[in-house]
């Protein structure tokens, strides 16, 4: 519970005023919405039928992914800075997803988080730069 307000509270107006600064008002909402819509769909696609995901968690990810790629000069060494650790990231977050689906005795904070939606939301944020 707390991490979702974290997410509303901190993450939110941080991100969003990143992406509002360089992209407008109405490209801020588009993408909140979209990266959302996508985290949350591929959620629903991978999750156990019975799992229930609301989080905004697939959409501040998808504005940080956005507000650091909007302001990335892009040349060959910069492009290679970010593949070889985004690897690394995307293998650690897919561990986790899968660490978390399979725990069922574990305790209901650690349950409620969507793991699964942060990728996706990174990679609809990404594709919408």
């Not at 991978?46 to 909007?70: D, E, K, T």
């Not at 593949?83 to 690394?88: A, K, M, R, S």
Request: hydrophobic share 55%; net charge neutral.
């Amino acid at each position: 519970m707390w991490m979702s307000y974290f997410h509303l509270l901190f993450l939110l107006p941080l991100l969003g005023k990143l992406v509002e600064e360089e992209e407008g008002n109405f490209a801020l909402w588009t993408s909140y919405i979209l990266t959302g819509l996508g985290a949350n769909l591929v959620s629903w696609l991978v999750l156990p039928r019975n799992a229930v995901s609301l989080g905004a968690s697939g959409a501040v990810i998808g504005l940080f992914a956005i507000s650091v790629l909007v302001k990335m000069c892009w040349d060959w060494r910069k492009i290679l800075e970010v593949l070889i650790p985004g690897q690394f990231v995307i293998e650690k977050v897919m561990e986790a997803a899968q660490a978390s689906t399979r725990m069922s005795g574990a305790s209901s904070a650690m349950q409620s988080v969507n793991h699964i939606a942060h990728l996706p939301g990174a990679l609809v944020g990404a594709g919408l730069v």
